[in-house]
């Protein structure tokens, strides 16, 4: 017998259980594999942040991919989905030095070592969060692989990389422009720049030639950086121009001469058409400076203050530098004119500071030969990208790439293995501790303070996690990976890297045969999926500001972890945003508690049959599937629907249509099995003593059947619902540890009865049609009422199934009319008439017709079969449209009209009927 289940169903009272319950049993770890595993289902969580907390984009990720992940699963496919966090550099960083600000010291104080340390402190105490959350959303990882980018194993795997890419001559150390973070006080990636355009100034300012004889006028609108001018620049054509170049300039405000070049660069028709060169604040002046040989002068420091070589503006944050300077140039006349102008200003991701353009020795890789690879993995189709559109965007930065500055001025990451000279000021680049110098033997050697960008140590996950550099079983095993879920703001940031990262290293690893690896088995995955947005009800992007911020774990606390699952799966659609609404998830909250009631009910009804000697064998509920063929109808109906929804979810979810997926089990689940065919076999369910025990037994079965196949069905998108009934279905003695273990249900085509749902349609089509016209006659409930039925097609449908129309849409009689139509209107002109398809449908009923009322609907519905008859007749009748439209759209209007044609005629008829009766 089954457990009992509670009245009501509590979410809170089952999750907590079942999601300790997972990890406690260690479920979902996967050992390696003794030998090799023919398309393994591998997945990479996107390592969120160590300093991160659940919101609704994780919440969107992770159901996805558990949702993918328990699907392959239940087919039989080995899964495994890896999960761990990320040191997050900056992050972090920031997080503990505010602590630190709270207690009244600072980094700089507390020393390298020591801050490092507290760090680590800081991440065993708070760095656990977000993967306490995974695990209480019931994440169906294998905890035992849990990894941290800084961890051990990870670290040797990061510096090997590093060593190698340096033998190879792809890293480098040199001194150019990067966007430096005044706050962070690091060099920053352009892919941590947000770009905002704001209303600024055009600031005209005239430079005196160094003779006196005149002077030219630039624009500019970082007038500040002009004390690190080293030239202008005109174009060589610009006739303006001409007689300046070579000409010597005095520097406003300093007591510097700076020459008057020409460089194509120079735009004759932006500004004034002259350029000043600020080779260490600016990206464009610095390439100009190398053409020419020039010298850069820094005039910020780290923090974005002028330092000395900006003179007496020497201390000054930029901004307060920006005015002295203006208030300066204009005390002298040479402040010429100043504009409106949209400036597009960079800013930090992480701080939202404004970014300064600085002269920097940093770290880079020259990252064209990755790229290169990297391209003709995706042109070559080794991954494909969903929804297709991401793979333009894709190819556009890679085409566009840029030599990755990898170095960050931090002091938690990973330290570069490089250590500095001080007597032949050569570096040594090793994976151990050197002891001495490579080049001249010195032991006097410093290890470079900086770090490595946290996106070089998560763009070697897919292999790192595995075991490399060591040819581990894991990496032979698991390798590529199939699939990538993720969000399109870290496509460059993240997937990009991976994938020129894996395509260069795992190019070197041969095959587990021995033989050379192909690009094709480089990729670190198959398959990219790119999942939407969530915004707020009304589309609106969520942001703190607009305080329209949605928090899953509030949400989770009210509707149930299930029903936020349910909700953003059924709008999670390849390349559309998700507009999360409560009242969505509302209802799914309710179609839980839907399933939870039915469940109830069945187990009464087990119980109900064991009482009366019927016992069936829940062991082999698959096989009660195939059922005979004087099943009654109902029978071969939902075996048949539970069949074909089965193969159209499988073919949702492998093609990323979760929305798909998702709604049509509800659709099977609420609209077929719990409304009709629940209220269908209470009929056959006959447990007196002179009943058919046979016919009771074969109903439960089926029933049992169905329902069993239906939570295994519905088990990857509300895992804690379908656990907690499937393990009371079996009284906590299930054939499998859990229901995610079980098999998922498949496509039986023996089973798909085509006739038995064309059959099952007609049926409700007539129980809803009875149904709604009791209600506009308003028939009480509880009356049975005699019905008359002509149907043009099958009437045997009502013949062997008259318990059913009795039942479900209280009706007392049922007569088969066989008379031509047009002999009716007058027989029964004194009976409610209503059509419904290919039926008429004549309702007995003695309570006299409002025939104003019956009228004034009829005439309603004539004029609108009319108007949208005209409608068809008008495109049919377009000849420019027939030829364009495809044949199925010309098809489908061709037998709406045919339709239309029939209601039409019998609306009418109706009509001439009541004029009838009213005559009498």
């Known amino acids: 017998m089954p457990r009992e289940l509670p009245k009501a169903y509590d979410p809170t009272a089952i999750e907590d259980k079942w999601a300790e319950y997972w990890v406690r049993e260690r479920l979902f770890d996967v050992p390696t594999p003794a030998s090799a595993v023919k398309n393994p289902f591998v997945i990479l969580l996107p390592p ?29 496919d080995l899964s495994l989905w890896v999960p761990g966090t990320d040191h997050a550099g900056i992050a972090t960083q920031m997080m503990v030095e505010r602590q630190l600000v709270n207690e009244g010291t600072t ?19 708070y760095g656990g969060a977000i993967l306490d959350q995974m695990k209480r959303l019931g994440a169906s990882v294998d905890w035992s692989r849990e990894y941290f980018t800084m961890d051990e194993r990870l670290s040797v795997a990061v510096r090997e990389a590093f060593v190698r ?23 920053i990636s352009d892919l941590e720049v947000v770009h905002e355009e704001q209303q600024g100034k055009l600031y005209e300012i005239r430079y005196p030639l160094a003779d006196g004889s005149g002077g030219i006028t630039i624009a500019t609108t970082r007038p500040e950086t002009m004390l690190g001018d080293v030239a202008v620049v005109v174009n060589p054509t610009d006739a303006r121009h001409m007689h300046l170049q070579g000409k010597k300039l005095r520097l406003p405000l300093t007591d510097r001469v700076i020459p008057i070049l020409p460089d194509e660069w120079a735009n004759p028709e932006f500004g004034t058409g002259a350029v000043k060169v600020t080779p260490a604040h600016d990206p464009n002046d610095f390439a100009i400076a190398q053409r020419h040989k020039l010298t850069p002068i820094i005039v910020m420091d780290e923090t974005a203050h002028m330092n000395a070589e900006a003179g007496i503006y020497a201390g000054l944050d930029r901004y307060v530098a920006r005015k002295k300077i203006l208030a300066d140039l204009e005390a002298q006349g040479l402040l010429v004119a100043v504009k409106d102008h949209v400036n597009s200003i960079g800013k930090c991701d992480r701080c939202k500071t404004v970014v300064e353009p600085r002269l920097s020795t940093q770290w880079f890789i020259k990252i ?19 929804p297709e559109q991401y793979k333009k965007t894709y190819f556009e930065w890679m085409r566009n790439i840029h030599d990755w500055c990898i170095s960050r001025q931090l002091w938690w990451g990973h330290r570069i293995p490089a250590w500095h000279c001080a007597d032949c000021k050569e570096i040594t680049v090793a994976r151990e501790t050197p002891a001495v110098c490579s080049h001249c033997g010195s032991a006097k050697l410093t290890q470079e303070t900086d770090v490595l960008d946290t996106w070089f140590s998560s763009g070697l996950l897919p292999f790192t996690v595995f075991g490399w550099p060591q040819r581990t079983p894991d990496l032979t095993a698991f390798y590529p990976t199939q699939l990538l879920v993720t969000g399109f703001d870290i496509l460059f940031f993240w997937v990009a890297r991976m994938i020129m990262l894996g395509c260069h290293f795992m190019l070197d690893v041969p095959m587990p045969d021995g033989s050379q690896r192909t690009l094709k088995d480089a990729v670190p995955f198959r398959e990219v999926y790119i999942h939407a947005l969530v915004r707020d009800a009304d589309r609106q992007k969520m942001s703190k500001t607009k305080g329209n911020v949605i928090d899953p774990i509030d949400i989770i606390q009210r509707f149930g972890t299930d029903a936020v699952r349910f909700t953003l799966a059924s709008m999670a659609s390849p390349g559309t945003d998700i507009a999360f609404s409560e009242a969505r998830t509302e209802g799914y909250r309710a179609f839980a508690n839907k399933i939870w009631n039915a469940a109830r009910f069945i187990f009464m009804q087990m119980d109900r049959a064991k009482e009366v000697g019927i016992e069936v064998d829940l062991r082999n509920l698959d096989q009660a599937l195939r059922l005979p063929d004087d099943a009654p109808l109902e029978a071969r109906w939902i075996v048949s629907r539970l069949n074909t929804t089965a193969e159209k979810v499988h073919l949702a979810l492998a093609n990323y249509r979760f929305d798909d997926a998702a709604n049509l089990i509800y659709q099977f689940f609420w609209g077929e099995f719990c409304d009709w065919y629940l209220e269908i076999v209470k009929i056959r369910l006959n447990f007196s003593e002179t009943g058919d025990k046979a016919a009771t037994k074969a109903a439960l079965t089926t029933l049992f059947s169905v329902f069993e196949a239906a939570l295994r069905l519905l088990s990857p998108f509300m895992p804690f619902l379908t656990e907690e009934i499937w393990h009371a279905f079996y009284d906590n003695k ?7 273990l079980a098999s998922y249900p498949i496509l039986n085509t023996a089973l798909v009865d085509p006739r038995a749902e064309y059959q099952m349609v007609n049926l409700i089509f007539i129980v809803v049609a009875i149904r709604a016209r009791r209600k506009e006659l308003d028939i009480e409930e509880k009356v049975s009422v005699p019905v008359k039925i002509v149907m043009w097609d099958g009437y045997s449908i009502v013949e062997n199934n008259r318990d059913i129309l009795q039942r479900l849409a209280k009706v007392s009689t049922i007569e088969d009319v066989k008379f031509v139509y047009r002999d009716l209107r007058g027989k029964y002109a004194n009976l409610a008439w209503y059509v ?37 007749q008008s495109q049919l009748q377009n000849d420019g449209f027939l030829v364009k439209a495809p044949a199925k759209i010309v098809e489908g209007l061709r037998t709406r009209a045919d339709e239309l044609t029939v209601l039409i005629e019998k609306t009418r008829a109706a009509l001439e009927s009541l004029d009838t009766v009213e005559s009498r």
């Open 836 to 872: 419904a398809g290919p039926t008429d449908i004549y309702i007995d009923y003695v309570k006299s017709i409002d025939i104003p009322a019956e009228r004034e609907r009829l005439t309603k519905d004539l004029a609108k079969y009319e108007k949208e008859m005209e409608s068809k």
């Open 48 to 76: 969120p942040n160590v300093t991160g907390r659940l919101h609704m984009g994780h919440m969107l990720n992770q159901t996805e991919m558990d949702i993918l992940t328990r699907w392959h699963r239940m087919r039989g």
């Open 165 to 187: 890419l340096h033998e190879q001559g792809l890293i480098y150390r040199g001194a150019y422009i990067v966007n430096w973070c005044p706050r962070c006080q690091t060099a």
């Open 368 to 386: 064209q030969p990755l790229a290169d690879k990297a391209i003709e993995a995706v042109e070559s189709g080794a991954i494909q990208f969903t």
């Open 734 to 740: 299930p054939p499998v540890e859990s229901i995610a």
């Open 107 to 125: 980094r700089q104080q507390l020393g390298r070592d020591a801050f490092v340390g507290r760090v680590w402190e800081w991440k065993k105490e």
